[in-house]
T-cell receptor
Framework: QQPVQSPQAVILREGEDAVINCSSS?????VHWYRQKHGEAPVFLMI?????EQKGHDKISASFNEKKQQSSLYLTASQLSYSGTYFCGTRGYSSASKIIFGSGTRLSIRP | GAGVSQSPSNKVTEKGKDVELRCDPISGHTALYWYRQSLGQGLEFLIY????????KSGLPSDRFSAERTGGSVSTLTIQRTQQEDSAVYLC????????????FGSGTRLTVV
């Protein structure tokens, strides 16, 4: 079952913050986040494994609420380099062998 | 190698022809995945290999699609009798194990069926 991402697209000015949400209708074992720039391969950002877990990477952080089957990606003080499409990928317990990706959130940062 | 290598990077083929796409994962990565990405779309799971276990083929869209992984390393995705709807970027990814690590993606093969 494909996770649902929101919003589908967001436009920010440099320095603004953004939140991207990912939700699933099934119980989740883990959530992955990736960023893909135009014409390039997706790049791994982080994985969240436990309920309530939070992680950070520079000014990009994420949370995972296992009980709500939701994850959120937080981009703080956005930089031009943050532009791209962000995908969440979820692993369920019944199909733990593979990640199913959401449809993506396109983030555009303006100077 | 240093990264996941895919070849060819671009492939134009005539409708009805067979194509083979190759993926060379990072050395030591036991898990290998194939995904497909149509223009402006998300990542569609195709097939997954883990060590010597039977592959998870649940994402293959039709019996025209098949894949193998030889010696636990290089993988080949074969599409027989290609159709125009097969046009997409085919991405290969590998990871250390299949559970708690992120994927490293290759640059993909852009397949165009004319």
């Amino acid at each position: 079952q494909q996770p649902v991402q929101s919003p589908q697209a967001v436009i920010l000015r440099e320095g603004e913050d953004a939140v991207i949400n990912c939700s699933s209708s099934k119980a989740l074992y883990s959530v992955h986040w990736y960023r893909q720039k135009h014409g390039e391969a997706p790049v791994f950002l982080m994985i969240l494994l436990k309920g309530g877990e939070q992680k950070g990477h520079d000014k990009i952080s994420a949370s995972f609420n296992e009980k709500k089957q939701q994850s959120s990606l937080y981009l703080t003080a956005s930089q031009l380099s943050y532009s791209g499409t962000y995908f969440c990928g979820t692993r369920g317990y019944s199909s733990a062998s593979k990640i199913i990706f959401g449809s993506g959130t396109r983030l555009s940062i303006r100077p | 190698g240093a990264g996941v290598s895919q070849s060819p990077s671009n492939k134009v083929t005539e409708k009805g022809k067979d194509v083979e796409l190759r993926c060379d994962p990072i050395s030591g990565h036991t898990a290998l995945y194939w995904y497909r990405q149509s223009l402006g779309q998300g990542l569609e799971f195709l097939i997954y290999f883990q060590g010597n276990s039977a592959p998870d083929k649940s994402g293959l869209p039709s019996d025209r699609f098949s894949a193998e992984r030889t010696g636990g390393s290089v993988s080949t995705l074969t599409i027989q009798r290609t159709q125009q709807e097969d046009s997409a970027v085919y991405l290969c990814a590998s990871s250390i194990t299949d559970m708690n690590y992120g994927y490293t993606f290759g640059s993909g093969t852009r397949l165009t069926v004319v």
